[in-house]
């Protein structure tokens, strides 16, 4: 069992037995270790525990606050940065707070086609968040490529989706972007992103 697996049970331990407490002062120290270290990785899934533990407790500005502490001292880390700039939005609901993490990286993910798709989904939703409509429906024309029909049906982005479907727009793309998430999932006998799809799709009838 390597060091990452062991944090996550560790936390899992901690949840389990509430001892809130416990997890934010553990995982308080494994970040401060794996920031002195330099080890990013480390630093990323430490921090990303801490954040939760925190969420749980109740400490959402102690959490904000951490995100940029940590963000400050990596400010190359792209990866990073996206993986904050989604607990600012969906855990915090801080959206402008999480468009101010991802938007220096956003060109630098946009340039790797691994990262594309779900940073155009990530800051299409913040976008809406934001009530930018405009702007995060041209991101979601972005995501519907035809390098969807090569996609792995786990790389699929249903937030934005979601955000549109619930305000009415963009009926039609919404509908063909399910569509090939549904049939990219049957390919695979992907259960959970079959089920995902067809239930945003029964949204739109």
């Not at 494994?30 to 920031?35: G, K, M, P, W, Y």
């Not at 468009?99 to 946009?110: H, I, K, R």
């Not at 790797?112 to 009530?131: D, P, S, V, Y």
Request: hydrophobic content about 45%; aromatic content about 8%.
């Amino acid at each position: 069992m390597d060091n990452l697996e062991l944090l996550f049970d560790r936390f899992t331990a901690l949840m389990r037995s509430r001892d809130y407490s416990g997890a934010v002062s553990f995982f308080k120290e494994r970040v401060r270790e794996a920031l002195q270290a330099e080890e990013r990785e480390m630093a990323t899934n430490a921090a990303s525990l801490l954040i939760s533990s925190l969420i749980i407790a109740g400490n959402d500005e102690e959490a904000i606050d951490l995100v940029w502490r940590v963000v400050n001292s990596l400010p190359e880390a792209a990866f990073l940065r996206s993986t904050f700039a989604g607990f600012l939005l969906y855990s915090l609901k801080q959206p402008q707070q999480a468009l101010e993490v991802l938007d220096p990286v956003f060109e630098e993910l946009m340039a790797l086609e691994g990262c594309r798709h779900a940073t155009l989904g990530l800051r299409g939703t913040i976008l809406f968040a934001l009530g930018r409509v405009e702007e995060a429906q041209d991101s979601f024309r972005e995501m519907l490529q035809p390098s969807l029909w090569r996609m792995d049906p786990s790389a699929f982005d249903f937030r934005l989706v979601e955000s549109l479907i619930s305000a009415g727009l963009m009926k039609e793309e919404c509908k063909e972007y399910l569509n090939i998430a549904y049939h990219q999932a049957q390919q695979t006998n992907d259960e959970d992103v079959m089920a995902r799809a067809d239930h945003l799709r029964g949204l739109l009838s």
